[in-house]
C-alpha cells in the first residue's frame, strides 16, 4: 500500500481548511507550500518559472450569475406581458365587433336593459305574456278586483302559486300605476309586506306576479257573522303596523301607502298580516317631508288632509289605520249604511261618543273576548281617537302608534278629533 507523503497530507489539510475558510477566495499552493488570498487581489502575474496550482472559491448562490439570472428572468416576464397584452385586446375588439356588428339585436337588449333599470336591479323575473297566460291558465280563477286591476291565481314552475295583477287598459293611469308598483315593492323586504316576484311589460300588458296569500284579505276575514279570536285581531292589528312603520321609515325611501283598507291588507297561512297594493303609494325624496297630489285613497279610509290643500305626509296614513284598527275591534266597515239608528252609520263618529259618555261596551256585539277586558279595550279606542285627529300635526307617527299598542309608551286622554267640535248622540 502507497504511503502519503507529509507534503501531500499537509496540502490535503490545507485544502480543507481553506473550504471552510470564508473570506478565502483563492488559493495557490505546490509541493511544499500553500498560500491563501482574500478580496482584493493583487500582485496577479503571468510567470511561466513559477511552478504551482491556483483554485478560486465560487459561492453557490454567485452574485454575478444572480444579477444574470434576474436579468434574464425581467426580459422573459416582458415578453410574456406584452404578449398577453396583445392578446387581451384582440379579444376585446373581437368582443366589440362582435356585439356592434355581428349581433345587430345586443343593441335592442342594451336599450331594453336601460328602460328596466329598476327591474334588473332589483332581481325581479321578466315574465313574457305567453307565461303568463299558461301560468294563469289563460286567466280563468279570478281572486278578486280593484278600480283598474283584476287578480288571477296562478301557478308558476316548482309548482309556486302566485297571485297575478292584470291592470286593465286604462293606459295612462294604469300604466303609472304599473311603474309605481315596480320602483316601490321590488326595493321592499319585509314580513309584513307582500313580495312581488315578477313582472310582465309587454305591449300593452301591463302584469304583476306577487306570491300568493292562502287566506285572502282581512276584509273577506274579518266581516263575517263569526267574530274572528281577537288575540288573532289583535297580532294583525301589530302587523300592520309593523309594516307601516317599516315604510315610513325603514326604506331608504320614505314610501306612503295611501290606501290601507281591509281590501290591502292580506293573510298568509298563519294569518300574518301583509300589506298588499301600493299602486297608489307616493315617494318622497331623503330630503321632502311632504308631498301635494290629487286625491288618493278610498271614501271612509281618507284623511281630512287631502280635501283641504294641506301638505300631504306620512300622517294620512295613520288616520287611515285608525279607521282600520277601529273595524278590526268592532268588526265592521266604517261606513254602513244599512242601521237605522243613523248615529252607529259612521263608525269612527259613533266610537268618540261612545267613549265620551263612557259607553264603550256598545261597540261591541256579541264580544264577550273584548267585553272581559275593558280597560285594553278603552286604550284601543283611544289609540284610534288620536290616530284620526283632523289635524295631522296633532296624530301620533306610525312608530310612535306601535310603541303605544305593545305598551311601550303610554297612552294619554286624548282631546277631540274634530276641529270645529264633535258630533254627539242624544
Not at 120 to 140: G, H, M, P, Q, Y
Not at 369 to 387: A, Q
Request: aromatic share 8%; net charge neutral.
Amino acid at each position: 500500500m502507497a504511503i502519503k507523503s507529509n507534503c501531500n497530507i499537509k496540502l490535503e489539510y490545507d485544502m480543507v481548511q481553506t473550504k471552510q475558510d470564508c473570506l478565502c477566495v483563492l488559493v495557490s499552493f505546490n509541493q511544499s507550500s500553500c498560500w491563501k488570498k482574500k478580496l482584493p487581489l493583487s500582485y496577479g502575474r503571468n510567470d511561466q518559472v513559477v511552478k504551482g496550482i491556483s483554485v478560486m472559491k465560487l459561492m453557490k448562490n454567485d452574485p454575478f450569475s444572480s444579477i444574470s439570472n434576474q436579468k434574464k428572468d425581467h426580459e422573459t416576464l416582458i415578453i410574456v406581458i406584452s404578449v398577453l397584452l396583445g392578446s387581451s385586446m384582440l379579444v376585446i375588439v373581437t368582443l366589440l365587433g362582435a356585439m356592434f356588428f355581428g349581433f345587430p339585436y345586443n343593441r335592442k337588449m342594451i336599450k331594453s336593459c336601460r328602460t328596466n333599470k329598476n327591474v334588473v336591479d332589483n332581481n325581479l323575473r321578466n315574465f313574457s305574456f305567453k307565461e303568463i297566460v299558461e301560468a294563469t291558465s289563460n286567466f280563468r280563477e279570478e281572486l278578486g278586483r280593484g278600480s283598474c286591476s283584476v287578480v288571477y291565481k296562478g301557478t308558476i314552475e316548482m309548482m309556486v302559486d302566485v297571485a297575478v295583477k292584470k291592470l286593465d287598459k286604462l293606459l295612462q293611469d294604469s300604466d303609472k300605476e304599473f311603474q309605481t308598483e315596480m320602483s316601490v315593492i321590488g326595493q321592499t323586504h319585509h314580513r309584513n309586506l307582500v313580495r312581488l316576484l315578477g313582472y310582465c311589460n309587454e305591449g300593452q300588458h301591463r302584469i304583476l306576479v306577487y306570491e300568493l296569500m292562502s287566506n285572502g284579505t282581512l276584509a273577506s276575514f274579518l266581516f263575517t257573522s263569526l267574530k274572528p279570536n281577537w288575540n288573532q285581531r289583535f297580532q294583525i292589528v301589530l302587523g300592520i303596523a309593523r309594516g307601516l312603520v317599516y315604510l315610513h321609515e325603514g326604506c331608504c325611501t320614505q314610501i306612503i301607502h295611501c290606501d290601507i283598507k281591509p281590501q290591502n291588507i292580506l293573510l298568509d297561512d298563519h294569518y300574518n298580516a301583509r300589506i298588499s297594493d301600493f299602486g297608489l303609494a307616493k315617494l318622497l325624496l331623503i330630503n321632502q317631508s311632504h308631498t301635494e297630489t290629487g286625491i288618493r285613497g278610498t271614501k271612509g279610509y281618507v284623511a281630512p288632509d287631502w280635501f283641504r290643500s294641506a301638505p300631504i305626509t306620512a300622517k294620512v296614513d295613520t288616520y287611515s289605520f285608525g279607521v282600520l284598527l277601529l273595524e278590526i275591534i268592532c268588526c265592521r266597515k266604517n261606513v254602513e249604511k244599512e242601521f237605522v239608528n243613523e248615529e252607529q252609520g259612521i263608525l269612527t263618529d259613533w266610537a268618540y261618543d261612545c267613549y265620551k259618555t263612557k259607553r264603550l261596551d256598545n261597540l261591541l256585539e256579541n264580544d264577550n273576548e273584548v267585553g272581559n277586558d275593558m280597560m285594553s279595550l278603552e286604550k284601543l279606542v283611544m289609540i284610534v281617537i288620536w290616530c284620526i285627529q283632523e289635524d295631522p300635526s296633532l296624530r301620533p307617527t306610525m312608530k310612535e302608534v306601535l310603541l303605544m299598542l305593545e305598551g311601550i309608551v303610554e297612552v294619554v286622554v286624548p282631546r277631540s278629533p274634530y276641529l270645529y267640535g264633535s258630533v254627539s248622540c242624544n
